[in-house]
DNA sequence: CCATAAACGAGACGGTACGTCGGGTCTTTTG
DNA sequence: CAAAAGACCCGACGTACCGTCTCGTTTATGG
């Protein structure tokens, strides 16, 4: 869970409403569906949750902070399948994040919040915390996965290993967000056989060693 | 240069002045330096042109259509260097493109109108031929060199050819751009050596056969 | 008229609308009268009006303002008639003006603007030069016509004269004010007669001599 | 003491506590002298009052009503000398009331109340017994002193008096006002003295017959 | 060389959303 | 059970930009 720090010690006076908080998220992610980013509007989004904007400005501070926490759960919905071996693994979780990356809530809002990041550390680091690098499990659990079967060879050094994991990440990330987003094309089942051959071939060569290539579909 | 379309002579009336022009894409890039994309305003770039806003209004839709135009040159500044081997020249072409996404007025705007285009067809269009597709020429020239040089096989397939550029196209740019503004890491020079070493990698096991490899440095 | 200072140099640009002008301050009038003083807004007034808010606060600087100028030229309405009596005239003019203050626009307004005026001395300007001082008028009007029907006497000492032109003006403003909304009882025929018995004869003793009263009806 | 209805010792529970009630009129006044009417705020004068919102609005309906109550006690301050004449008497009574109109918790909020009270019946009443009709007291008891004195011929007919009394009220509390409060003019001992003067020769006259004029200052 | 016609600067216009503030109500914990 | 605390809904505030619309003025060309 993202657990914003309601910090606890829950004082006096009246609490704040815990529905109140799932409404808004949920009226948020509404109202991104049906307007986009740039139209989105604390308005809007306060009369769809039924709650006053005031409320809304009490636990966000502005609209980009508001979007970040609505969308970064969908982004936990992303799972490593176990389908026997890393290259059936890896198209799966591309196919996977490029489905995520066309539904209308995510598409507009993930690349307007990074665009305002890049003005705005502390939103850079909400974005990181509650969406990035909570996805770079993906990339460890695959990981490990694929060296239990004897896939990749266990990394002596641990630092180059983490370097590795950052690099993948961002290959993998990038290139499905680019081609989505930017070069708007579809990613499709051919598109991440493609993909995940170039990645998993460099991968070996970059590891100093091939990948022990089980081809995806086979067990 | 980009070359919009002024149609033609225009008979009667007084002409649209070209100063202008410059002076707002100028004035818009100045803009978005200062403000970055969110603040950045109409009026704010009428001024700074020394222009009206119905000047601007004349010439362009919208903000983002500006700042499409504004930034789009920018991104003609990117060449393919000729270095001796194609891991140099990749190297080089990521540490050109990670410099000019590290430009202010690149980082916010590319993102930002990416974001504005997933709900506006023709802004997409317009990025596409202003931005993206022109940039493309890096990878067909640097596949030709590679292949004069002997390092890539000339594929036979000239369809297959294309997917493959498109995805080698996707790969560097979305992992660059994620790097950057994502991650918000540094790309430096050993993360352009990591990076290129697994496309290319990559890019022999997938084409079939693998490159012959001049490591970059050596003539 | 009011003619607050539309300077008049009229340089550049798309002039002010004289129509909106007159239009809001309808709508401010309307406004007072359905909604009262301290329900007034802006918006509300706009709305009427036809015109965008940014309209009202380009021309007024507050709800304040605007309201004093709405409700002003209603006092314009007063006149001195020519009744053949002092008495009669001033009789006649206790008689408008509460009649006027009866009225729902100016009944609440003007105590408000009033008590707003109290600290702001802007606004108490505002309210001096468009209202109160406007309507001295009548008295310095009466006495004249008094002294042609040789009523009262020509004073010799001018200072003296306005010191009690002024004496006058409070005490009728204010009986009339305090007697409608503070104490809310009716200004009737005969309020108005007792009152102006009681202060005729006093002016005349005030003055040193009585007023060679004609009984208010004669001729 | 006013003693709005705090119904009875309240069977059970915690009391109300009756330090409270002061320290909001006492936190009001002092509001009303910081802020004036139109800026004080009912979170404020909880505030200062060292109390919730919630106790105010257990207590007092709004604003107007606390006000109302925080000012009235002011005006029993006012208080008819024996100066030995009537004039006298009156020329006190109207520099005292001139004086308790100069301070800033009375001129603002007395004028706002009334304004407010022209669309609240309920306030209305609540003014004038809470502060208008009380300070009637003064102008009875000036007359009954005056005719003690033989100043003033004792009047036969009661009602007569009465509307006598009403008319004297709303000319000097009026003529006091709006001299203080609209023409903004200083009601200092000259124009005191021209008032009395101008009131009494008309008093006089108005009841049939002169009064009996001792000078002020005379014994 | 003068008329036409478009572009220009200035700035007012009708809108929409902003983020804040105050009013009054409600729901907690504390005394 | 009242009181303090504070969250809640509501509605208005005054501001900022949007994109459009007059204006009066400038600057090319074409009759």
Known sequence: ?????????????????????????????ASLVDLGWSKLTMGDVATRAGVAKTTLYRRWAGKNELVV??????????????????????EAVVLQFAALLDRP????????VVAEST???????????SIVNRQKR????????????GELPVEPDEATADLTADLIFDVIAGAVVHRTL???????????????????AGLGAAAGQPVR???????
């Open 138 to 149: 993906l990339v460890l659990q695959g990981r490990r996965r694929a060296q239990e079967r």
């Open 119 to 129: 003005r705005d550390e502390a939103l850079r680091a909400r974005i990181r915390d």
């Open 1 to 29: 869970m993202l657990s914003r720090p309601h910090p606890k010690p829950a004082r006096s006076g009246r609490p704040r409403s815990a529905e109140a908080d799932e409404a808004i998220l949920e009226a948020t992610r």
């Open 69 to 90: 926490d609505a969308v970064a759960v969908l982004f936990d919905e992303l799972e490593m399948p176990d389908l026997g071996s890393l290259a059936a693994d890896v």
């Open 105 to 112: 809530e995510t598409r507009t809002a993930l690349m307007a």
């Open 213 to 219: 290539q089980k081809p995806a579909g086979s067990v």
């Open 182 to 200: 930017v070069s708007a094309e579809p990613v499709d089942a051919d598109w991440a056989r493609r993909f995940t051959l170039l990645l998993l």
